[in-house]
């Protein structure tokens, strides 16, 4: 049996309440966090007690990589599916918030490395539900692996696990689950197609906008420069319009791929000790980590250009 083979039964042990998730699969098969192809897979399936962001959107992610599920009675929606070792955990989050996977309609994604995207095929198939993506992801997707207009092409330890059917979906649509309807933001750069998210979610009478904003950080495999390179082209241009693009969104509360990035789990912490029940809103979180990314961006073009 597969590694990936193994995740899938386990997490479908968790549906079940089955005590025993060894009893799904072959016990000798390499428990999550142990893939030799992935040494810091442990770290980043550390696990997180999942809780509510604010109204219908709740945090089921690891403690280092975020998932986010936004409900509704009529069917649910997650964004990113983080790695493929921690899907259980995903699965038991999701379970200990009081809902089930199986009430996942859409599955979306930010991007699709392995640390973002390694779960999403194992969770489709545990949820049954359809998984959409911009075309550039949505390609990678499919066939498993980067291409090389991926600025970190070459040097990712591994690629997605194939996800066969993924709805394209464009720049400024909105996808809709019921009462639930979220924006597709082109937020490229990073990779050819980062995506980010908008939705409104309310407690009572009031309603928040809230941006799940795709990593904007210019990290590459060696060799690759942003400021000219023939696979990507485009990739200083993207960057500068997934700027604009964020710091122009309404935006009352920041969410991250990586949660350190929005300081996820700090607000928590505030709002959990009682130093601020609106920890997670921040009216400038966006239009600060656009400035902030355009400011790393200049740093590591100064720096390529150094090498010339």
């Known amino acids: 049996m597969s590694r990936n083979s193994y995740l899938a039964a386990a997490a479908l042990c968790l549906i079940a309440g089955l005590p025993d ?58 964004i990113d599916g983080t790695l493929a070792e921690a899907v259980p955990q995903l699965i038991a989050n999701i379970r200990a918030l009081g809902f089930r996977v199986q009430d996942i309609r859409l599955i979306l994604n930010s991007h699709d490395h392995f640390d973002h995207a390694g779960g999403l095929a194992a969770l489709q198939r545990l949820s049954g539900a359809q998984v959409a993506a911009r075309a550039p992801s949505a390609r990678v997707l499919r066939q498993g692996h980067s291409d090389p207009d991926d600025p970190q092409y070459g040097s990712l330890m591994r690629g997605p696990e194939r996800v066969p059917h993924v709805r394209v979906i464009s720049d400024g649509e909105t996808v809709t689950v019921g009462p639930l309807r979220l924006t597709a933001h082109a937020t490229a750069g990073h990779t050819p197609g980062g995506t980010s998210w908008t939705w409104t979610s309310c407690e009572s009478a009031r309603c928040l906008h809230i941006v799940y904003a795709d990593s904007l950080s210019a990290i590459s495999a060696p060799g690759f420069k942003f400021s000219a390179n023939a696979a990507y082209p485009t990739a200083l241009q993207d960057f500068h319009r997934s700027f604009a693009t964020l710091a122009g969104l309404p935006c009352d509360i920041l969410l991250t791929p990586h949660p350190e990035v929005s300081d996820t789990l700090a607000r928590l912490s505030r709002r959990e000790e009682g130093a601020a029940q609106d920890a997670f809103v921040d009216a400038e979180a966006c239009r600060r980590y656009a400035r902030q990314a355009g400011e790393d961006l200049e740093k590591r073009i100064a720096q390529e250009q150094q090498s010339r």
């Open 21 to 78: 998730v060894a009893a799904a699969g072959d016990a000798a098969a390499l428990p999550a966090g142990a893939a030799p192809d992935c040494p810091r897979c442990a770290e980043w399936s550390e696990s997180q007690k999942p809780f509510r962001v604010f109204g219908n959107t709740y945090y089921v992610g690891t403690r280092t990589l975020s998932s986010i599920l936004i409900t509704s009675g009529d069917g649910h929606v997650l």
